[in-house]
Each structure stands twice: as structure tokens, then as C-alpha cells.
């Protein structure tokens, strides 16, 4: 009896980490969005900071970016159990940021200009050559400016995940948000210190001495990954931003009916036509949830100018007052 019953309890932990496996794999497949640009975002956050410090801050933020999911994990667990219905909305406002955060990028070089990227890019290597600048206290506002834009990436991250696995038993839903939480706090910051390291990588290979085959291969394979590492920056912030219309549109999409079935209609006719038709399908439907991310990210900015405006014109309409 003792026999089967322990037999029927691993049966059931197998079966319960079987739907874990699973639906963690769909929930990371669902936050690629954010993984593209989580990625750029924090290679480009330890920009400007000394190669032998570079690792450390990675490091700091990583842990950082563990205890911003230590606090989010919890919280959305008590959201999907508490108020269930929360899932949606929160979700579908994930998914609208994701959209907003995408158009602005886009939208940067017109809201921003040259001089003011130029300024910017100038205070920091005026901070590194200057003796009087506190480097360390540079460093810490580095750590916790990337730890402030991660747990905003975590949270939309933990929102993409609840949402695939909130109609599953609790304990999946624990293990799932847990286990895609440490893989993407992981993968994300393992990569990104692989990706800073990248030029020192090519720098050491290119030093290497000798007439032999293998050291002309390592001097070139040196100088290959200088001249690629910027890239692959700008690689991986296309890509994330192009994943974040993808995810963050389908997200929208799917929390519209009308217009998830529209969608559905579109790539099942697209599905119809002879040879490419499964290829078809597929881009259809990313298309249009591609679209759908853009029109709603541009809403959404668009929203925030105008409410930005109108504060800016009732503070000068204060300060008017006053000095009236």
C-alpha cells in the first residue's frame, strides 16, 4: 500500500513537472520580446564603464535584477489567486508597453536630437578622464538605473508568463513563474557578460604571436569580433524591438476578439494557398500582430506627448501665477 502510494505521488510530482517543462518553454517563447530588448538594453547599460569593472556591475545588476523577481514572482501569484481577473487587464497593459516602448524607440531620433545623444554620449567620457569625478558613485547610479529598467522588463516578463500558465493548478503556476524567472535573470545577464567581453575577447586574440596557422586564425578571429561586436548590439536591438511589436501586438490582439479572429481569418485564408501555404500563414499572422503592436504603440505615445504638453503648459501657466 505505502508502495503504490509513493509510486502515485511520483507519478503525480512527474506529472506536475512535466506541465512546468511545458509551460515554462511556451511563457519564454512568449517574452522574447522583452528578452531581445533586455538583452540590449543592459550590454548598453555598462557602456562607459571601466573593462575591469565592467563583470562587477553586470554581477550587481544581476543580483539586482534576482531580487526584482523575488518581489514580482509572489505578487503576481497573489494577483492570479486573490483576483484572477487581474491577469487579463494586466496583461494586455504588458503588452501595450511593450508596443509604446517599441514606437519610441523608433521614434527616438525624432524626439531626440543629435546634439542632446551627443551631450550625453560627451558628459560620460568627460566623467571617465576627469580625476575630480567620483567613479564609484557613477558606478552605483549605472547599477541602479539598469536595476530600475529591469524590474520593469521583470514585471512585464513575470505579466507575459502569468498569462500563459494562469488557468494551471497553483503549484505549476509557482514552479513555472520560479523557473522562468532564474532563466531569464540567468540566461539574460550571462549573455550580456559574454557580450561586454566580446571586444576584450577580440582584443586579446589579436595580440597573439606567431607564423602557425592556428595563431593567424585567432589574430583573425580576433579582428572579427571587434569589427562585429557593434553589430550584434545593433542586431539585438532590431531584433528585440521588431519581437516587442510581435509579442506585445499578438498580446492586444489576442485580448480583442474581433480582432484575434480577423487575424485567425486572415492567416487561415493565407494558409490556403498551394506549397508556401504554412510559411504564409505564419507571417500573416506575425504581420498583422506586428501592425497591431504599431498602431497601438503610437496611440499610446502619442497619449503620453499630449499629457506631457498639457502638465508643461499648466506648470508655465503656474509659474506665470506666481510671479504675477
Excluded at 557580450?195 to 577580440?202: E, F, N, P, S
Excluded at 595580440?207 to 539585438?236: C, E, H, I, N, V
Excluded at 480577423?262 to 493565407?270: S, Y
Amino acid at each position: 500500500m505505502a508502495g503504490s502510494s509513493l509510486l502515485a505521488l511520483l507519478d503525480d510530482i512527474a506529472t506536475i513537472l512535466d506541465d512546468v517543462s511545458v509551460m515554462t518553454k511556451v511563457a519564454a517563447k512568449k517574452t522574447a520580446g522583452v528578452l531581445g530588448d533586455d538583452l540590449a538594453l543592459n550590454a548598453q547599460q555598462v557602456t562607459g564603464v571601466n573593462a575591469d569593472r565592467e563583470l562587477p556591475v553586470v554581477w550587481a545588476v544581476a543580483k539586482g535584477s534576482a531580487w526584482n523577481k523575488a518581489i514580482l514572482v509572489p505578487s503576481a501569484l497573489a494577483i492570479s489567486a486573490l483576483t484572477p481577473w487581474l491577469v487579463t487587464p494586466l496583461l494586455m497593459l504588458g503588452g501595450l508597453y511593450l508596443c509604446y516602448e517599441g514606437v519610441e524607440k523608433l521614434a527616438h531620433k525624432f524626439l531626440h536630437s543629435e546634439a542632446e545623444d551627443e551631450a550625453h554620449h560627451a558628459e560620460l567620457t568627460h566623467a571617465l578622464e576627469d580625476p575630480s569625478v567620483d567613479l564609484v558613485a557613477l558606478e552605483k547610479d549605472k547599477i541602479k538605473g539598469a536595476v530600475r529598467t529591469d524590474f520593469i522588463l521583470s514585471a512585464e516578463i513575470i505579466v507575459i508568463s502569468l498569462g500563459v500558465v494562469a488557468s494551471a493548478p497553483f503549484m505549476t503556476r509557482v514552479m513555472a513563474l520560479v523557473g522562468v524567472g532564474i532563466i531569464m535573470t540567468v540566461g539574460v545577464y550571462g549573455l550580456v557578460a559574454g557580450i561586454v567581453k566580446l571586444d576584450d575577447a577580440g582584443l586579446f586574440l589579436t595580440r597573439r604571436t606567431g607564423d602557425s596557422g592556428w595563431a593567424r586564425f585567432q589574430r583573425g578571429l580576433g579582428t572579427g569580433l571587434l569589427k562585429g561586436a557593434p553589430y550584434l548590439m545593433k542586431f539585438l536591438s532590431v531584433a528585440g524591438t521588431v519581437a516587442m511589436f510581435l509579442v506585445g501586438g499578438g498580446i492586444i490582439a489576442h485580448g480583442i476578439s474581433a480582432l484575434h479572429h480577423g487575424i485567425e481569418g486572415l492567416a487561415h485564408h493565407a494558409g490556403e494557398v498551394s506549397v508556401i501555404g504554412g510559411l504564409l500563414g505564419g507571417l500573416t499572422s506575425a504581420l498583422a500582430n506586428i501592425v497591431v503592436g504599431l498602431v497601438a504603440g503610437a496611440v499610446a505615445l502619442l497619449l503620453v506627448l499630449a499629457v506631457q504638453r498639457v502638465m508643461k503648459r499648466g506648470g508655465k501657466a503656474g509659474a506665470s501665477n506666481t510671479n504675477g
